[in-house]
């Protein structure tokens, strides 16, 4: 984002959560948006995708949407990450600053969930044991009393973001939209993010969307409502023509904690 102009020096965002709301995905061709970053690791499979030879799933979907030539990808694809942990601060603004300086163009939003809503939250984050980089730190917090430590932090509504922001991007030279490719490991919040998605049409910003599902944050009535009804969206939809402009969504349940501990230097 750099390179093109879109943000100012390399630091990341932590003030504004859309820094600004419009504009911010101007000359992006594709777009990478890794919701629930933790430490990074899934945009840097992105950009260096030698370095994470085992996370096979994670490089297939990239090759087959941004392409196998490495320096297209990193011309052409923007990444943006949302973190909510305030401990993965530090190592997401270190591995922005490298990434844009090499003109591959990333923006990490800090301090910030996503969800079905604008706001803020409670995130209950488990930051006593630095290997495992709180894994399972969430802002549903009905299920999270092994917790140890908790913040408060920014909530964006990511479908307004999908439509305000991604949907409505400019181009360069007035060319086509690429491809948009989003993971969604959100501990929980999936729940309330994958209705939304649908209801509001937001899902349509989407070409490739993959799942983590954490049932262990939701009662088992509400697990099955909401992937069902996410299955039966894309079933329906794909045959029927429903949203004639959302036929192309496809969407996966896809688990990939490769190299979810891998803190080399960027």
Sequence with gaps: LASAGLVSGDSASEDSPYHPLHGLADGCTHVYQDLGSNIGVQVRKLFEPNKYPKAKQVNS???????????????????????????????LRKLQAAYNRQGWRTHF???TAVSSYDGEASLHAENANPARHAWGSSISH?????????????????????????GSR???????????????????EEYKIVPAL?????VCHIDILFVEWHGRFSD???????????????????????IPDCAHVLSMDLDDESYGTYTSNP
Aim: glycine share 6%; net charge positive; charged share 30%.
């Design 220 to 242: 088992q009535r509400t697990h099955r409502r909401v992937v069902a009804e996410f299955k039966e969206f894309y079933k329906y939809n794909t045959t029927k023509k429903s």
């Design 109 to 111: 939003f800090l301090k």
């Design 198 to 202: 649908i209801s509001t049409g937001a």
């Design 61 to 91: 979907i990239f090759h087959d949407n941004f392409g196998v030539d490495l320096e297209y990808r990193r011309r052409n694809v923007c990444a943006f990450g949302f973190e909510p942990n305030p401990a993965q601060a530090p190592l």
């Design 142 to 166: 009905e299920k999270l009393r092994s917790m140890n430590e908790t913040y408060t932090v920014r909530v964006i509504d990511i479908t307004k973001f999908l439509i305000d922001v991604i």
């Design 170 to 188: 400019m181009t360069i030279g007035g060319e086509s939209k690429g491809r948009v490719v989003a993971k969604l490991d959100v501990e929980g």
